[in-house]
C-alpha cells in the first residue's frame, strides 16, 4: 500500500525558514513534487524533481527540492517565508516525467501539512 506521510510543518515568523519531508512507502517514483493550498485557493505548483528540479516562479531562489533514495524521502527547504506562503503544503508522487507542475500528473498525495507564516 503507497503512503505519503508530511511533516515539518508549523508556525514560523516572515524571513523564517522551514523543511518540510515527505516520507514515502510501499514503492518508489519517478517523479515527487510539493503543492500548496490556501483558503479559497486552487491548488497550486511549488516545486517538483525527477533527475533535475523544477520551481514556481513565486518560490525560485527560496525554496529548495531534494530527495533521498536511500530513505524514500523528499525535501522541502523553505528559507525568507512570506506571509502569503500561508497554505497547506501536500507531497505528491507520480510515474510520468512530463507536466510536473500539474496536479493531474501525479498519482498519490499525502494529507497536507499546514504551513503559517507571520508578520
Known amino acids: 500500500q503507497v503512503q505519503l506521510v508530511e511533516s515539518g510543518g508549523g508556525l514560523v515568523q516572515a524571513l523564517g525558514s522551514l523543511r518540510l519531508s515527505c516520507a514515502a512507502s510501499g514503492r518508489t517514483f519517478n517523479v515527487m513534487g510539493w503543492f500548496r493550498q490556501a483558503p479559497g485557493t486552487d491548488r497550486e505548483f511549488v516545486a517538483a524533481i525527477t533527475w533535475r528540479t523544477y520551481y514556481a516562479d513565486t518560490v525560485q531562489g527560496r525554496f529548495t527540492i531534494s530527495r533521498d533514495h536511500a530513505k524514500n524521502t523528499v525535501y522541502l527547504q523553505m528559507t525568507s517565508l512570506k506571509p502569503e506562503d500561508t497554505a497547506v503544503y501536500y507531497c505528491?508522487?507520480?510515474?510520468?516525467?512530463?507536466?510536473?507542475?500539474?496536479?493531474?500528473?501525479?498519482?498519490?498525495w499525502g494529507q497536507g501539512t499546514q504551513v503559517t507564516v507571520s508578520t
Open positions: 505528491a508522487a507520480g510515474t510520468v516525467y512530463s507536466d510536473t507542475n500539474h496536479t493531474g500528473n501525479y498519482d498519490y
